[in-house]
């Protein structure tokens, strides 16, 4: 299956959330996809290599509705030498409510670069608009102990499961975190489609992890599916694990 099939990604608003691979969703989605936007509303390291242009502009819309070469990215501004700001979740609603592109990717919160989290209070800043969320989390994580080497908020992902800080990630942990109404599902707007991704199944081992975990998944949530994928690779996805 293709992966934006897979996701339900290949028009509307997508936002990703989680860690492990949000970048990454947003970079391939977009190679995939006609018309596609990639931005943010949270901070978002530089991603000029990943698309035709990306245009500084607190006019979004406008700048896209003159837009020629896609894909193409949108950001209000600078922030550092290494990253670019989001936008306030309402402008990437005006985007989504647009005819000026077909598929507006989103990063919807932050992680510094780990493979598990659970959202802090103020996120994950989530359009009213979007159609698909896609929570993600890396496999990688699992045998991994609870500390901040590989988990953003490892408090928050003790609250949620009943591992204390320093004990070993299990399968039914990322079940837990991707399906909780303060986890993967925090903050989905009404209507919206969720898709957790579990991402860096790189082998035949990883991919039985990523099972156990995705069973898990559909056994405690309503989800379609769970998407397994290998997001670097040149057929991202490694299978659909449906219902």
Request: proline share 7%; net charge negative; aromatic share 2%.
């Amino acid at each position: 299956m293709k992966l934006s099939d897979a996701l339900r990604a290949r028009s509307g608003v997508v936002c990703v959330v989680g860690a492990g691979g949000k970048k990454s969703t947003l970079y391939a989605l977009a190679r995939r996809l006609d018309r596609a936007v990639v931005t943010a509303t949270v901070r978002i390291p530089i991603f000029d290599q990943h698309v035709a242009d990306v245009v500084v502009t607190e006019r979004p819309v406008a700048a896209l509705e003159r837009a020629t070469d896609w894909p193409v990215g949108v950001v209000p501004d600078r922030d550092r030498d290494d990253r670019y700001r989001g936008y306030d979740p309402g402008v990437v609603d005006a985007i989504g409510e647009s005819d000026a592109t077909d598929a507006v990717l989103v990063k919807a919160d932050g992680a510094r670069m780990r493979e598990f989290k659970a959202p802090g209070d103020r996120e994950p800043r989530l359009p009213t608009t979007a159609d698909t969320v896609l929570p993600i989390a890396s496999v990688h994580a699992v045998g991994e102990p609870l500390t901040e080497a590989c988990v953003h908020r490892p408090e928050r992902v003790a609250a949620l499961t009943d591992l204390e800080l320093g004990d070993t990630i299990r399968p039914s942990d990322v079940a837990t975190v991707l399906t909780s109404e303060r986890g993967g599902h925090a903050g989905v707007p009404d209507g919206a489609t969720v898709i957790p991704v579990l991402n860096k199944v790189d082998d035949a081992a990883l991919e039985a992890v990523a099972r156990e975990i995705a069973s898990a998944v559909l056994a405690q949530s309503d989800v379609p599916r769970v998407v397994l994928t290998q997001l670097t690779a040149s057929e991202p996805v490694v299978r659909v694990v449906e219902r």
